[in-house]
C-alpha cells in the first residue's frame, strides 16, 4: 500500500527543522513539492523548493482535478499538491512527506485515511511560540499578531491529527516524530 506523512503546524512550531531532519535520515521518505502562484523568493528553485505556476497555470490544473488538495492560502496565491508529484514518489517506492498548513493536511488525511499518518507539530505554550516567532526577527508586530491569531485557530483543529508532537525539546520531537513514523512504515 502506497502511504502518505502528512506534517503540519502552526508558524514557529518546529516543524520545518524536524522536517529537515526526517529527510536527512530517512531513505523511505521524499519531499512532497507543493505548487504554488506566489513568486520564488531568493535562492528557491522552481522543481526543488516548489513548482512555481502562473495563477493561469494553476487555474487550468484545478479544472483539469490534477491536485490532490489545493486552496488559496491568500487572496491570488494558490497552493496544493500535485497527484503527479505523489505518484512520482510512489513510482520511487518511498513515502511522500508533505508538509502543509492544517486545512490542506486535513483534506489530505479526509482522501486517504487508512494509508496517510497525520501529525501535529506544536510548540508547549501560546507564550512559548510568541517567543519563537519573536526570536526570528523576521515579524512586524502586525504580522506577529497574525501568525499568533492563525495559529489559535489552527490549534482548534490539533486533536483531528493521529498523533500530535509537543516540540518542547527539538531533539526529543524528532525522536519521537521518526518512533512514530517508523511504526506507522512498518504495518
Not at 521518505?29 to 526543488?48: D, M, N, Q, W, Y
Not at 508547549?124 to 489559535?152: F, V, Y
Request: aromatic share 10%; net charge negative.
Amino acid at each position: 500500500m502506497n502511504k502518505i506523512i502528512i506534517i503540519t503546524a502552526p508558524s514557529g512550531s518546529g516543524k520545518t527543522t524536524i522536517v529537515k531532519r526526517l529527510l536527512e535520515r530517512d531513505p523511505d521518505l521524499a519531499f512532497s513539492i507543493s505548487a504554488c502562484t506566489r513568486k520564488p523568493r531568493p535562492g528557491e528553485v522552481h522543481g526543488k523548493d516548489y513548482y512555481f505556476l502562473t495563477e493561469e497555470d494553476f487555474k487550468a490544473k484545478i479544472e483539469e482535478e490534477a491536485f490532490i488538495e489545493w486552496e488559496m492560502v491568500y487572496t491570488g496565491k494558490y497552493y496544493g499538491t500535485l497527484k503527479t508529484e505523489v505518484d512520482r514518489i510512489w513510482s520511487c517506492n518511498q513515502a511522500p512527506l508533505v508538509d502543509i498548513d492544517v486545512l490542506g493536511a486535513l483534506n489530505i488525511k479526509s482522501q486517504y485515511p487508512d494509508s496517510s499518518l497525520s501529525l501535529f507539530i506544536k510548540a508547549p505554550s501560546t507564550e512559548e511560540l510568541r517567543k519563537r516567532l519573536e526570536a526570528r526577527g523576521t515579524e512586524t508586530e502586525h504580522t506577529l499578531k497574525e501568525r499568533l491569531d492563525k495559529a489559535a485557530y489552527e490549534l482548534g483543529f490539533a486533536d483531528r491529527f493521529d498523533r500530535i508532537i509537543v516540540n518542547d525539546n527539538l531533539e526529543q520531537a524528532i525522536a519521537e516524530t521518526i518512533e512514530v513514523i517508523d511504526d506507522f512504515l512498518k504495518h
